[in-house]
């Protein structure tokens, strides 16, 4: 088993920063066995091919691209829907 | 048929509930307050919600792609309409510019994109709508993407590529198919949170710009300030374009400030040129972008994206 790798990417504007703490607090609620990271460096999100922020990537994957959503459950949901294959 | 009329109506029914004398300077200022106020507010929940809708399909990864292989005209063009639906926030000036840059759209586009965006967006659209009616409205938008494509056309016939900082250009062309897949729930609760997300940047400048609109409205005489900024006033349109270049976060209540300008006798092509100025030529934004581009590049977009500005409301207050 490898934890999770939860990276918030931004450029370290205020909704990247809210987006990060919604996902720290995802990550505990679901009991997540995951490290959760914020990145500023911009270039990784132009690696990703995306040009928005911020980017919520799983395990290097972006699920959340470009917004911050409403509410932390719509966070969990996210997480909880991403298939535990090669962990 | 007016369908803001039951706003006014309302308007009407509050100001006199609370004991204010119909025909006297507080009344006119307090119906006007909340009869706009209700309507500007409206207006915003539903265009920005319906604008974000659409944005879910239309993200800046899929426009980058679009513009990535255009002839150069067809780009300047296609990047400033599409730079209306996209939001611009200082935050995100630096991926999409470099984002755009390095998938080889033509810098002139990516300037046209970036001047567009800001300028032409929904939030502004409402408060013209509201405050100006739909004639200045469509004059403001088309004029906002004829500068957009002009000052694109020009900066990338000047070839100034080599200005973009160095590390711009090494990142090889990437691929965007990355992107999440969104259902119908996902897109309607982009638009929900990102409505509310607005609306709250937004409110207070509204009501304090609609609130000032109001008083000035109210208290101050018609065509007080045509003396200092009327359509003869040559002095008027550069001066107003200069102190809109700090006011950019305060767009949402410049514009029901300006209204009220508008209506005490400043000329419409200065008011016109001072929205553009604080929509287009933002401080933070140049601060922020000066991390990927030379400062000479800057000070030549900021020149003739501000030299288009003027001419515009020379022309406006000559014609109008």
């Not at chain 2, 970036?114 to 709508?129: I, K, Q, T």
């Not at chain 2, 900066?155 to 990355?178: N, S």
């Not at chain 2, 897109?187 to 000032?212: F, H, M, N, P, S």
Request: aromatic content about 10%; charged content about 15%; some cysteine.
């Amino acid at each position: 088993m490898k934890a999770m790798k939860l990276q918030v990417l931004g450029s370290g504007c205020p909704s990247c920063k809210r987006l990060y703490e919604m996902t720290k607090q995802a990550a505990a609620d679901l009991g997540l066995d995951a490290d959760v990271e914020y990145v500023t460096d911009i270039q990784q999100i132009l690696a990703m091919g995306l040009m928005s922020s911020p980017v919520l990537a799983v395990d290097g994957k972006p699920v959340i691209v470009g917004f911050v959503p409403g509410s932390v459950d719509k966070v969990k949901e996210l997480l909880k829907a991403i298939p535990p294959v090669g962990r | 048929m007016d369908i803001f009329a039951p706003f006014g109506w309302f308007a009407t029914w509050l100001a006199a509930a609370l004991g204010i004398v119909p025909g006297t300077r507080l009344w006119d200022a307090a119906t006007f307050f909340v009869a706009d106020t209700l309507k500007i507010f409206l207006l915003l929940a539903v265009i920005i919600f319906a604008v974000s809708w659409l944005r879910t399909y239309l993200p800046p990864e899929r426009i980058r792609k679009l513009l990535a292989h255009q002839h150069k005209y067809v780009a300047n063009v296609l990047a400033a309409l599409l730079g209306v639906f996209t939001p611009f926030c200082t935050c995100s000036a630096i991926p999409l510019f470099l984002g755009f840059v390095e998938a080889g759209v033509p810098l002139g586009a990516t300037f046209s994109f970036l001047v567009a965006s800001p300028m032409v967006n929904e939030v502004a659209l409402v408060l013209l709508l509201s405050l100006f009616g739909w004639r200045i409205a469509l004059l403001y938008i088309t004029t906002g993407l004829v500068i957009a494509v002009l000052s694109g056309i020009l900066i990338g016939a000047l070839r100034l590529e080599h200005l973009v900082a160095g590390f711009v250009k090494k990142a090889e062309v990437i691929d965007a198919a990355a992107l999440p897949e969104l259902t119908h729930k996902d897109r309607l609760d982009y638009a929900k949170a990102y409505t509310i997300d607005i609306l709250k940047k937004v409110w207070l400048y509204v009501l304090l710009g609609v609130g000032a609109g109001a008083w000035i409205h109210g208290y101050v005489p018609v065509d007080f300030l045509a003396r200092y900024a009327g359509a003869d006033k040559w002095y008027a349109v550069p001066f107003a374009v200069l102190i809109g270049i700090p006011l950019y976060s305060n767009a949402a209540g410049v514009i029901p400030l300006v209204s009220a300008l508008t209506e005490k006798g400043v000329a419409m092509g200065t008011t016109l040129a001072f929205m553009m100025a604080v929509t287009a030529l933002s401080l933070p934004e140049f601060m922020i972008l000066k991390k990927v581009m030379k400062t000479r590049l800057l000070l030549i977009f900021a020149g003739i994206v501000g030299a288009g500005i003027i001419l515009t409301g020379f022309l406006f207050n000559a014609i109008l």
